[in-house]
């Protein structure tokens, strides 16, 4: 069972910067793609950012392309959301999800069968 635990959530102004870490449980770290989602309050879940096996294999979503960027290190088992220029409308909770599978989406939220708790991003206007 893999298990997940994000960090680093919280306040901050718009303009702002916050960075997100998850930790993994599983090994070996490697063998896993890894993606943050956020959903924010009466919205669905929406994918954010992924990595692939490698660390430069990275896709994002259109809204955060130039602010965010997403990160791992196989060495900590760790994954990481680093997050500039932030806006009001980044406001969420940030989940970190892993797959194994290479062959699914890596958008789609029923990819991942691994979840973290979630973290709370609130940007103020």
């Known amino acids: 069972q893999v298990q997940l635990v994000e960090s680093g959530g919280g306040l901050v102004q718009a303009g702002g910067s916050l960075r997100l870490s998850c930790a993994a449980s599983?090994?070996?770290?490697?063998?896993?793609?890894l993606a943050w989602f956020r959903q924010a309050p009466g919205k669905e879940r929406d994918f954010v950012a992924h990595?692939?096996?490698?660390?430069?294999?990275?896709y994002y979503t259109d809204s955060v392309k130039g602010r965010f960027t997403i990160s791992r290190d196989n060495a900590k088992n760790a994954v990481y959301l680093e997050m500039n220029g932030l806006k009001p409308e980044d406001t969420a909770v940030y989940y970190c999800a892993a797959k194994v599978a290479t062959r699914t989406s890596v958008v789609t939220t029923t990819s991942y069968p691994y979840w973290g708790q979630g973290t709370q991003v609130t940007v103020s206007s």
């Open positions: 599983t090994r070996p770290f490697s063998a896993y793609t």
């Open positions: 990595v692939g096996w490698s660390a430069h294999d990275t």
